[in-house]
């Protein structure tokens, strides 16, 4: 395959190769219970274990970007964090931001910085024991020009989303990028059906399905409530994670607090679009960031959580990992429709018809489902058997 540098000695069990990860998220401003984050932790229980942190699609612009500012200063704060070892009960697990140049696109600057990232990378690999020839996982489609000369016992894409679709970027060169990690990678992963069958002919037995799994220990039902909520009168409306303007419907949002103005609409998570017209309604508590610690809390103060979804190609090949995490909960969640949630039919409702999405969460307050009998719909998806099939996976490419 063009652009391999992988080592062929079949490792023995004391040497199973580590992982570096180019995640799709920032370890240290984006939730954490994303799956690049989660399977992470969990295989570096095993095995020593790199994240690099996200390396971007775009470079954030005043009057195209949402916030640009904030968004360059947050960044520049990770590069400044260097190398961390953030979990302290996991020694290998270790989390980089490489320092880089805001450069993307098919340029002589972009390649430079691909090169400079990769000399970043190999040298805190080395540094952190990830072993001579690692599995190379990448989630974000901009770590191909990273990862495709360097030395490796796999390369695994994992296909979590349709990043070509993402607003802003450039749609044709985020797809070449893509392309060429369908086309050279041992190992495809896909939490989407609708994503895998897309690429079906260009991956063949290459791809294979790895749904999101959930922390069942973090995300139990019982436990306190957030102090935060305890003035919030009930019933209480509840979403948290990225508050993100290409992924959540902030009018459906502002609809269904409007239409139910006796019901407390709780909002937990950073935001990218504007939230004026939410947060002047009397009914809405928007709380901002909270970290990964405290989403267990606040969910507990929930009777049902919101999962209100824009209808756009992002969200089509999307599997949102916050549903599970709503499930182990015990919460009851009402969402707008896309390909992946239709499996759930069974345990939650989904608004076919997003008008009715204000009306159906109320009906769900009324009639909420036995919490009990949710959070066993996903007792058997944690994230160490997902980290378990996923060692597996990437140990089977290099037999």
């Known amino acids: 395959m063009i652009g391999r540098a992988r080592d062929r000695r079949r490792p023995g069990r004391s040497e199973r190769p580590g992982f570096v990860w180019f995640a799709a998220q920032d370890w240290w401003y984006h939730n954490q219970a994303h799956s690049d984050f989660q399977l992470m932790r969990e295989m570096a229980r095993h095995r020593p274990v790199l994240v690099v942190n996200s390396l971007g699609l775009r470079l954030p612009t005043p009057g195209t970007t949402s916030h640009a500012g904030r968004r360059i200063v947050r960044k520049l704060r990770s590069m400044a964090k260097l190398v961390r070892r953030p979990v302290p009960d996991l020694p290998g697990f270790h989390v980089m931001t490489p320092v880089m140049l805001p450069l993307y696109g098919d340029t002589a600057g972009a390649r430079f910085n691909a090169w400079l990232v990769r000399q970043q990378v190999r040298l805190v690999a080395r540094l952190v024991g990830v072993g001579r020839a690692p599995h190379v996982g990448v989630t974000i489609p901009t770590g191909w020009p990273v990862a495709r000369s360097m030395r490796r016992s796999s390369l695994i894409f994992n296909r979590s989303d349709l990043h070509s679709a993402f607003p802003g970027a450039d749609g044709a060169w985020v797809s070449g990028l893509e392309d060429a990690l369908l086309r050279h990678s041992d190992r495809v992963l ?99 960031y909270r970290p990964y610690a405290e989403i267990p809390s606040l969910g507990r103060g929930f009777d049902v959580a919101l999962m209100p979804w824009l209808d756009n190609e992002w969200i089509r090949f999307a599997n949102p990992v916050k549903l599970k995490e709503y499930l182990a909960l015990g919460l009851h969640v009402v969402s707008t429709s896309y390909p992946e949630v239709e499996a759930y039919r069974d345990r939650i409702t989904v608004a076919a018809d997003r008008e009715r999405f204000p009306e159906l969460a109320r009906q769900a307050l009324e009639a909420r489902r036995d919490g009990a009998a949710l959070r066993a719909s996903v007792t058997d998806c944690s994230w160490s058997e997902r980290a378990a099939d996923l060692a597996r996976l990437a140990d089977g490419t290099a037999d």
Not at 214 to 232: N, Q
């Open 190 to 288: 896909y939490v989407s059906h609708e994503l895998m069958k897309l690429d079906v002919d260009v991956v063949g037995a290459r791809g294979a399905f790895l749904d999101h799994g959930v922390d069942l220990t973090h995300f139990s039902p019982d436990g306190g409530v957030h102090p935060e909520l305890a003035d919030v009168p009930a019933p209480v409306l509840g979403f948290f994670g990225g508050l993100d303007d290409y992924v959540v419907d902030v009018e459906l949002l502002r609809r269904t607090a409007a239409e139910n103005p006796d019901v407390s609409v709780v909002l937990v998570g950073d935001a990218t679009c504007d939230m004026a017209p939410l947060t002047a309604l009397p009914n809405v508590r928007w709380l901002g």
